[in-house]
């Protein structure tokens, strides 16, 4: 079997942060204990709520932040034992907001050359014609290098961010909410451009996101994260037409359909969200678990395999023995 391209091995990531000058400080496990590997050519989506760890995993697998815990493999070398020059030529990021992802005082040409100058040693010749490739490539008319960000529509500046991850030729996107910012008709269009670039670059994606919609057409792995854990994970067929934790449930039965007459769904998880500087006993899920039972406020549950995929579920752990 070939070596994972990403291996991340029981990765942790904890912040101290207090209310005030004169707040107590607080302990904050954004990430705890994930275990995730990314084949060649594969896309991983990690899904959840707001505040679950996406953004901060993210981060580690970028080397923007140690962790705290645990350790990122790329092709099988430590990711921090990697120079940034070489880090850069590895993987890259396309973050949610384009406008402010994008220095706003910059020319298009400048920003998505930038990655090949930090590189240093390549002429200003072959800057500019790989510039020039890789922003048609993406749709963008060469023309628009002389432009600023601000001058730009929103899809039109995604694609300049696009253009700057992959200029160097990594071999692995890190995408956080990629389409978020945009509107709905551009949303896809920036969803079929990934698709492009992944079939023609071979490229390889960490594709993390809110909208499970957006997951199920782009990833073929799915992540379930909540309160910094993985609670499930699965190819996406697997998970999307049968999800096994009470968690992926909520979260498929909350996605809205244009049916009329249907309303908003009632996912049963109430109105608070999750805190976590307070993580509960045993499985953080069960204070919004509509079926937990009394050992779920006592005992973390294990992973346990469950059709094809890993679930961190005391009924699932039952229903296997």
Do not use: W
Request: aromatic letters at 4%; hydrophobic letters at 40%; charged letters at 20%.
């Amino acid at each position: 079997m070939s070596q994972p391209l990403i291996e991340i091995r029981n990765v942790s990531q904890t912040f101290r942060v207090k209310d005030g000058l004169f707040g107590k400080p607080r302990r904050i496990m954004a990430v705890d204990g994930v275990s995730l590997t990314l084949n060649a050519g594969d896309v991983i989506g990690v899904v959840g709520e707001s505040g679950c760890g996406k953004s901060t995993l993210a981060r580690v697998i970028l080397g923007l932040q140690k962790p705290t815990a645990g350790e990122v493999l790329i092709d099988g070398k430590r990711l921090h034992d990697l120079s940034g020059k070489e880090r850069a030529r590895l993987i890259q990021p396309v973050f949610q907001d384009p406008f402010s992802s994008l220095n706003p005082r910059r020319r298009v040409r400048d920003i998505v050359g930038m990655p090949l100058v930090a590189q240093g040693g390549i002429p200003g010749s072959e800057v500019r014609s790989r510039v020039e490739a890789i922003m048609q490539r993406v749709g963008l008319d060469p023309a628009m290098g002389e432009r600023l960000p601000a001058q730009l529509s929103g899809g039109q500046r995604q694609r300049v961010a696009i253009a700057r991850a992959l200029v160097l030729r990594p071999r692995i996107v890190v995408c956080d909410e990629p389409t978020s910012a945009l509107d709905v008709s551009v949303q896809a269009q920036i969803l079929n451009l990934l698709a492009e670039l992944r079939r023609d670059f071979g490229l390889s994606y960490l594709f993390i996101s809110h909208n499970l919609a957006v997951v199920e057409h782009v990833a073929s792995e799915v992540a379930v994260m909540y309160l910094g854990r993985i609670v499930e994970r699965n190819r996406s067929a697997d998970l999307f037409h049968n999800p096994q934790h009470p968690y992926t449930k909520a979260l498929l039965a909350s996605v809205l359909t244009p049916e009329p007459g249907l309303g908003i769904p009632e996912i049963g998880l109430g109105d608070a969200m999750p805190d976590p500087s307070n993580v509960p006993p045993g499985c953080r899920f069960h204070p919004r678990c509509p079926v937990a039972i009394s050992e779920c406020a006592t005992r973390a549950p294990v992973v346990t395999a469950s059709q094809g995929g890993a679930v961190e579920c005391h009924l699932v752990e039952a229903a296997s023995v």
